[in-house]
């Protein structure tokens, strides 16, 4: 052990060198609506709001899964680092990592222990955990902050099973199914533990190979369900849980289930490349679920499945090959939840994460297994440096390409600009590189960016609120209007287009439309802080009082220390505020008055008195107006309290001697 000791801390050295790089690299994609702009995880106080309510997971409705423990962890990197600090972020993320391959060498260690390798695990454990920790697939899982849900799922259910392995008298006691618990409340996955379990009990604990009809492995399978019955209660448990507290908006994104799932065998036929080569790697890989079941990529697919099942069948009748099936077994239950329900996206390099624990040791174990039985003469003619210099030169290469991949995730410009580059027609990718473009203000770039995601994805509402904005930027209003329009048209659940929207109106003076738009836009989300904020904007501009003072409210009862709406409610306690509102009011009433407007006069003046009541001028105002409209009663009552406010006030003495002369006269 003390040998094992010092290479993983040579290993762990070498880890750290190669993610040196990638602990200020930026917040990408899905980290924009779960981190940047979800105002939850900017206060401590709100983490046990995250495990009865959903909605503090993302600021997007369709986006609003059940991770609370996931969101715990973002709080408390946004409160250690006194905000959106990178480096604190990134830090936990590679902390848990790096406590992952530790249970991961205890975890092969102790499986390849059970099949009689106990001569080669430590060794052959060490070298699979050298893979994984520097493969550059992990990098993708490592480098993407919100997806560390990944790391924690997996890391709970690695976890789970070492401590069930090696610490068999508290099995009674299922202590083991609390890093389970952990990690299926920040990412669902976590609950493939219980399959996991059983196939490992099943197969390698019990000795029983997958023939099924077999009397005696019957009788196995029902002892293994029964051993198993503590791990898929609390994992069914956890379905259910998951389910009832996901958001009602919540959509999984993906269209046709049956050309989703006839898609995803060649997705694992492009994991298991990855594998090997992986030289596709990006951020938003682009691939159309298949729609004809004969087609070649669907077809290769099917033999892969097809070989994997017999394989898997054929390996679990001896005592070696039943180790194989399992690991096969932990990389189909892993890549299950993602293969049967219709995501966005049919494949993303951060799925691989949990799969490649076992398929680490696998190929390290098929490996060593060929070259044993096929390949043993070779290592006659060649001394044990030679191969390990092949080994350190492996790890060399796997190195250098993550230590590549953390640059390429450096920035926003650099992971988009590879994903046009490996995805051309990718009208996602085009998009948000033209949008790193927009962001430095060229325009006219951003603009081409976009038209050309538009010739792939003609109806995606997002790309036309970013249209509308650059159409702005370039000075053409009527185009953006037209834009930000059609993004509504598009989605009118999402309140994203709404927002976008009501701030190019605001921004043209057009408060009253804006108002609208916004009513309508919190309709759809309540809880969305940017529509309430723009929202006091827009009623502060239209002076509208009352309507502010109940949203800053209301706003305050769910986000009690939102520094915006704080200044918003303080800027309401200042007198001189109030008084330069009434006055407001009073100067738009009398420029109706002077132009004829008499029923707007008098709506102006009325809400000058909301805001001060003991306003003589708006009292006159109104009698003016009421005069106008010959309702000589109001008129007068009006011009009466103006002047118990002022009674020295010569235009309410003429305004009432007038309505008082006007009352006097015979009724036609």
């Given at each position: 052990?003390?040998?094992?000791?010092?290479?993983?801390?040579?290993?762990?050295?070498?880890?750290?060198?190669?993610?040196?790089?990638?602990?200020?690299?930026?917040?990408?994609?899905?980290?924009?609506h779960t981190?940047?702009?979800?105002?939850?995880?900017?206060?401590?106080?709100?983490?046990?709001?995250?495990?009865?309510?959903?909605?503090?997971?993302?600021?997007?409705?369709?986006?609003?899964?059940?991770?609370?423990?996931?969101?715990?962890?973002?709080?408390?990197?946004?409160?250690?680092?006194?905000?959106?600090?990178?480096?604190?972020?990134h830090?936990?993320?590679?902390?848990?990592?790096?406590?992952?391959?530790?249970?991961?060498?205890?975890?092969?260690?102790?499986?390849?222990?059970?099949i009689?390798?106990?001569?080669?695990?430590?060794?052959?454990?060490?070298?699979?955990?050298?893979?994984?920790?520097?493969?550059?697939v992990?990098?993708?899982?490592?480098?993407?902050?919100?997806?560390?849900?990944?790391?924690?799922?997996?890391l709970?259910?690695?976890?789970g099973l070492?401590?069930?392995?090696?610490?068999?008298?508290?099995?009674?006691?299922?202590?083991?199914l609390?890093?389970?618990?952990?990690?299926?409340?920040?990412?669902?996955?976590?609950?493939?533990?219980?399959?996991?379990?059983?196939?490992?009990?099943?197969?390698?604990e019990?000795?029983?190979?997958?023939?099924?009809?077999?009397?005696d492995?019957?009788?196995?399978?029902?002892r293994?369900?029964?051993?198993?019955?503590?791990?898929?209660?609390?994992?069914?448990?956890?379905?259910l849980?998951q389910?009832?507290?996901?958001?009602?908006?919540?959509?999984?994104?993906?269209?046709?289930?049956?050309?989703?799932?006839?898609?995803?065998?060649?997705?694992?036929?492009?994991?298991?490349?990855?594998?090997?080569?992986?030289?596709?790697?990006?951020?938003?890989?682009?691939?159309?679920?298949?729609?004809?079941w004969?087609?070649?990529?669907?077809?290769?697919?099917?033999?892969?499945?097809?070989?994997?099942?017999?394989?898997?069948?054929?390996?679990?009748?001896?005592?070696?090959?039943?180790?194989?099936?399992?690991?096969?077994?932990?990389?189909?239950?892993t890549?299950?939840?993602?293969?049967?329900?219709?995501?966005?996206e049919?494949?993303n390099?951060?799925?691989?994460?949990?799969?490649?624990?076992?398929?680490?040791?696998?190929?390290?174990?098929?490996?060593?297994?060929?070259?044993?039985?096929k390949?043993?003469i070779?290592?006659?003619?060649?001394?044990?440096?030679?191969?390990?210099g092949?080994?350190?030169?492996?790890?060399?290469?796997?190195?250098?390409?993550?230590?590549?991949?953390?640059?390429?995730?450096q920035?926003?410009?650099?992971?988009?600009?590879?994903?046009?580059?490996?995805?051309?027609?990718?009208?996602?990718?085009?998009?948000?590189?033209g949008?790193?473009?927009?962001?430095?203000g060229?325009?006219?770039t951003?603009?081409?960016?976009?038209k050309?995601?538009?010739?792939?994805?003609?109806?995606?509402?997002?790309?036309?609120?970013?249209?509308?904005?650059?159409?702005n930027?370039?000075?053409?209003?009527?185009?953006?209007?037209?834009?930000?329009?059609?993004?509504?048209?598009?989605?009118?659940?999402?309140?994203a287009?709404?927002?976008?929207?009501?701030?190019?109106?605001?921004?043209?003076?057009?408060?009253?439309?804006?108002?609208?738009?916004?009513?309508?836009?919190?309709?759809?989300?309540?809880?969305?802080?940017?529509?309430?904020?723009?929202?006091?904007?827009?009623?502060?501009?239209?002076?509208?009082l009352?309507?502010?003072?109940?949203?800053?409210?209301e706003?305050?009862?769910?986000?009690?220390?939102?520094?915006l709406?704080?200044?918003?409610?303080?800027l309401?306690?200042?007198?001189?505020?109030?008084?330069?509102?009434?006055?407001?009011?009073?100067?738009?009433?009398?420029?109706?008055?002077?132009?004829?407007?008499?029923?707007?006069?008098?709506?102006?003046?009325?809400?000058?008195?909301?805001?001060?009541?003991?306003?003589?001028?708006?009292?006159n105002?109104?009698?003016?107006?009421?005069?106008?409209?010959?309702?000589?009663?109001?008129?007068?009552?009006?011009?009466?309290?103006?002047?118990?406010?002022?009674?020295?006030?010569?235009?309410?003495?003429?305004?009432?001697?007038?309505?008082?002369?006007?009352?006097n006269?015979?009724?036609?």
């Amino acid at each position: 052990m003390p040998k094992t000791f010092l290479k993983f801390c040579l290993l762990f050295l070498a880890i750290i060198a190669v993610y040196w790089n990638h602990f200020d690299n930026e917040f990408h994609f899905d980290d924009s609506h779960t981190i940047v702009n979800n105002p939850f995880i900017r206060e401590l106080s709100y983490i046990p709001s995250y495990f009865t309510d959903s909605t503090t997971f993302s600021s997007l409705p369709a986006n609003r899964s059940y991770r609370p423990l996931l969101t715990t962890t973002l709080a408390i990197d946004y409160y250690l680092g006194a905000g959106y600090n990178l480096f604190f972020f990134h830090l936990s993320t590679f902390i848990l990592f790096l406590l992952q391959l530790i249970f991961q060498f205890f975890f092969y260690k102790f499986l390849l222990e059970q099949i009689g390798q106990n001569k080669n695990a430590s060794n052959l454990s060490f070298l699979a955990v050298a893979i994984y920790g520097l493969h550059p697939v992990s990098a993708e899982t490592v480098n993407y902050i919100i997806q560390r849900g990944d790391l924690h799922s997996t890391l709970g259910v690695v976890a789970g099973l070492v401590c069930y392995f090696y610490f068999p008298k508290l099995r009674k006691f299922p202590i083991y199914l609390l890093p389970v618990i952990l990690g299926a409340l920040s990412k669902p996955p976590a609950i493939m533990f219980a399959p996991i379990l059983f196939s490992y009990i099943y197969l390698i604990e019990n000795s029983a190979s997958l023939n099924f009809w077999k009397k005696d492995n019957r009788l196995i399978f029902a002892r293994s369900v029964l051993k198993t019955l503590p791990a898929i209660l609390v994992c069914t448990f956890l379905y259910l849980l998951q389910a009832r507290l996901t958001a009602s908006s919540w959509t999984p994104g993906g269209s046709s289930s049956l050309n989703y799932i006839m898609t995803q065998p060649y997705v694992w036929l492009y994991y298991l490349k990855s594998f090997f080569l992986p030289t596709g790697l990006h951020i938003d890989i682009e691939l159309a679920t298949f729609t004809d079941w004969t087609s070649l990529n669907a077809v290769l697919g099917y033999c892969l499945v097809l070989f994997v099942i017999v394989y898997t069948y054929l390996q679990s009748f001896s005592k070696e090959g039943r180790l194989i099936s399992f690991l096969i077994l932990w990389c189909f239950f892993t890549l299950a939840p993602t293969s049967f329900i219709p995501l966005a996206e049919t494949v993303n390099d951060h799925r691989m994460f949990f799969p490649y624990v076992a398929l680490s040791l696998l190929i390290c174990f098929l490996v060593k297994s060929f070259w044993e039985q096929k390949l043993a003469i070779f290592t006659t003619h060649f001394p044990p440096k030679f191969w390990n210099g092949l080994i350190f030169l492996m790890l060399i290469c796997l190195a250098g390409e993550t230590y590549y991949r953390n640059k390429v995730w450096q920035s926003e410009a650099t992971i988009w600009e590879e994903a046009t580059i490996k995805s051309p027609t990718n009208g996602r990718a085009l998009m948000n590189f033209g949008l790193t473009k927009m962001a430095v203000g060229d325009y006219q770039t951003a603009y081409d960016y976009f038209k050309r995601a538009e010739k792939y994805n003609p109806n995606y509402y997002t790309l036309e609120i970013n249209l509308g904005i650059v159409e702005n930027a370039l000075g053409r209003k009527g185009e953006a209007e037209q834009h930000f329009l059609r993004a509504i048209q598009l989605n009118q659940l999402d309140p994203a287009p709404q927002a976008f929207f009501a701030e190019w109106l605001l921004n043209e003076s057009q408060n009253i439309r804006a108002i609208g738009v916004l009513q309508r836009g919190l309709t759809l989300d309540p809880t969305n802080l940017r529509i309430r904020h723009l929202l006091m904007r827009a009623y502060q501009s239209e002076w509208e009082l009352v309507a502010l003072k109940n949203l800053i409210t209301e706003t305050l009862a769910q986000y009690p220390t939102d520094p915006l709406t704080l200044d918003f409610q303080n800027l309401q306690t200042t007198p001189d505020y109030y008084l330069q509102q009434a006055g407001h009011f009073l100067t738009q009433s009398l420029h109706a008055y002077n132009a004829g407007k008499y029923e707007d006069t008098i709506h102006y003046a009325k809400k000058a008195l909301e805001i001060r009541p003991d306003y003589p001028e708006a009292f006159n105002n109104l009698s003016a107006a009421y005069a106008k409209l010959a309702n000589w009663e109001l008129a007068v009552q009006t011009a009466e309290q103006a002047l118990s406010l002022k009674p020295d006030f010569q235009l309410a003495k003429n305004n009432l001697t007038f309505a008082l002369s006007q009352m006097n006269l015979p009724k036609n």
